[in-house]
């Protein structure tokens, strides 16, 4: 994770404050996330597998292809991403810096496009529609301050 503290693009021609993620995630979730993101690599995205979804994003230096396992649901053309680990982690820098990401989830892939950094204020109606209330409460217990925004590029040939 990247500790650059100068102001990240975010929404429209504004700038947004880096966030960082919470204490809880630093401390008791980042060491979890690096030894079980090989193993959740596997299994997340697919059809019976809910709980996670397999983004892979373009690194914005190597240009390399890179996984993430995030929890992203999607509602009509758009995606919503928690930022567990703020904005600043470099999977959420590379998906803006390329403009988009691919994710799979519940065993459907999407292409995705237009990142957009948004506020929990700001997101709140797309995250009411995303996800159930157990999620929802979630996300202050785990200092999720910001979401990513992304519309779904084919969302038009979708079902």
Known sequence: ??????????VGAGLLEPVRPSWLVR????PMTKA???VMA???GSRHFGGAARLTH????????????????VTGDTAVIPLTFGN????????????????RLNGTDYSLTQPEFRSAADARPLVRAAFNPVFRAAFPMLGI???????????????
């Open 58 to 73: 373009t690194g914005r230096r190597s240009g390399r292809s890179y996984v993430a396992i995030v929890g992203a649901h």
């Open 88 to 103: 600043t982690s470099d999977w959420a820098r590379n998906v803006r810096a390329a403009g988009g990401c691919s994710v």
């Open 1 to 10: 994770m990247s500790t650059n503290h100068s102001p990240i693009d975010g």
């Open 27 to 30: 401390v008791v979730m980042r």
């Open 42 to 44: 596997t299994v997340a």
């Open 36 to 38: 079980l993101n090989p």
């Open 145 to 159: 301050r910001q979401f990513l925004v992304l519309r779904v590029a084919d969302a038009e040939s979708r079902p």
